[in-house]
């Protein structure tokens, strides 16, 4: 069966530190991936999308950014963390409907 | 773009109360899919509809797909206390080849015991 899995759970960062949060998909190969952020637990903002390796596609430009270097692995990063980056930030895979990560939650100092 | 309203925002209602959402859009969809968001948590897949005026059930949680493809709702009877969360609609238009899912903002459920 397919599993998605997403780390770290929790994360404290300061203003001006790097990031990557990691996602990996089991049991599937070629999905497309996906990385949302979630303001104060409402709703989902698509931030990047990827239907391949090394295809990136941006939603929103921002501060963050997306690779894919494998065909399971997903990787958001940022540079230089800003105070407003703070969120829930998901991980999501599908064929047609997405299944969610469990989820990081970000907060920046 | 396209975009969904999904209502009412928040609902506080007592256990043992039926609760129904909607989410409408203003195009066409082919697929409307329901979540369900614990808190802390990423959402689950309640309910996935692929037929315009398909009616579906799962467990106390009944769907329908609207008939003009651009509304949809979801219906919770009899509820209890591990129904807390925030409930998202989703549609997608598959023919936009990336399976790209639209989301409504969500309605915060609570149910007082």
């Known amino acids: 069966s397919q599993t998605i899995h997403q780390w770290p759970a929790t994360l404290v960062q300061p203003v001006g530190s790097p990031l990557s949060l990691e996602c990996t998909v089991e049991?599937?190969?070629?999905?497309?991936l996906y990385w949302y952020r979630q303001a104060a637990g409402r709703g989902l903002q698509l931030l990047f999308y990827s239907v391949g390796i090394g295809q990136i596609s941006s939603e929103v430009p921002q501060n963050l950014s997306a690779s894919r270097p494998q065909d399971r692995q997903f990787i958001l990063s940022s540079k230089k963390l800003l105070l407003s980056d703070s969120g829930f930030y998901l991980c999501a895979w599908s064929p047609v409907f997405h299944t969610f990560g469990s989820g990081t939650r970000l907060t920046v100092v | 773009g396209q975009q969904l309203n999904q209502s009412p925002q928040s609902m506080f209602i007592q256990e043992g109360e039926d609760v129904s959402m909607n989410c409408t859009s203003s195009s066409i969809f082919n697929t409307w899919l329901w979540y369900k968001q614990d808190p802390g948590e990423g959402p689950v897949l309640l309910i996935a509809l692929y037929k315009a005026g398909e009616l579906t059930s799962n467990g106390r949680l009944t769907a329908q797909f609207g008939i003009t493809r651009k509304d949809s709702f979801l219906n919770i009877s009899a509820s209890i206390p591990s129904d807390v969360g925030i409930y998202f609609c989703a549609g997608s238009d598959a023919g936009a080849g990336s399976y790209q899912l639209t989301f409504g903002k969500g309605t915060k459920l609570s149910v007082i015991p």
């Open positions: 049991g599937t190969s070629n999905p497309n």
